[in-house]
T-cell receptor, first 114, second 115 residues
């Protein structure tokens, strides 16, 4: 079974600084998708960034980028120039190609200090 | 207008009551999902549906049932609610066809309290 582990229950960052959230996953598959979702206090689950395992290039979306290490089964999220609105729970998720059973990590609560 | 909507947003019920949570989507996706979120945990999949005639159990389907009334509607029922079903419930959709990007889009969530 695939599992997703987020080892940092809480993280904090100073506004305008950079923070990296960690995620590791366990799978025997070679073709899959990885995601980072953000859940602000509004409870909405918002897609932050998505990575396809067959792509070696790390995904980037504005201030958000990932460090995808397929051999190490690691998928960390880097937030640059942190803003107060980035404060939220962040969930890492895994989904094998051809399967709709998305697995989520337990989440990391990010606090942004002004 | 939101692409994925859930009703109600909040619900308080008593043990043993039957309740239904509803989800509608305007994204035109064929796949829909119900998840449960407990404090300190990630989301756990309850049921998912590939189309109107296809329903599949997820990790934690016991105590729940679903109905896919139309491509755009997917409801979750608790036949006899119990307190440990108190949680935040999310509906999600995805485009699962060829070339589909597997990204799931979530509704705003329903907070359920079972007394």
């Amino acid at each position: 079974a695939q599992t997703v582990t987020q080892s940092q229950p809480e993280m904090s960052v100073q506004e305008a600084e950079t923070v990296t959230l960690s995620c590791t996953y366990d799978t025997s598959e070679s073709d899959y998708y990885l995601f980072w979702y953000k859940q602000p206090p509004s409870r909405q689950m918002i897609l932050v960034i998505r990575q396809e395992a067959y792509k070696q290039q790390n995904a980037t979306e504005n201030r958000f980028s990932v460090n995808f290490q397929k051999a190490a089964k690691s998928f960390s999220l880097k937030i640059s120039d942190s803003q107060l609105g980035d404060a939220a729970m962040y969930f890492c998720a895994y989904n094998r190609r051809g399967n709709n059973d998305m697995r989520f990590g337990a989440g990391t609560r990010l606090t942004v200090k002004p | 207008d939101a692409d994925v909507t859930q009703t109600p947003r909040n619900r308080i019920t008593k043990t043993g009551k039957r309740i239904m949570l509803e989800c509608s989507q305007t994204k035109g996706h064929d796949r829909m999902y119900w998840y449960r979120q407990d404090p300190g945990l990630g989301l756990q999949l309850i049921y998912y549906s590939f189309d109107v005639k296809d329903i599949n159990k997820g990790e934690i389907s016991d105590g729940y049932s679903v109905s896919r009334q139309a491509q755009a509607k997917f409801s979750l029922s608790l036949e006899s609610a119990i307190p440990n079903q108190t949680a935040l419930y999310f509906c999600a959709t995805s485009d699962g066809g060829k070339g589909g990007k597997k990204t799931q889009y979530f509704g705003p969530g329903t907070r359920l309290l079972v007394l």
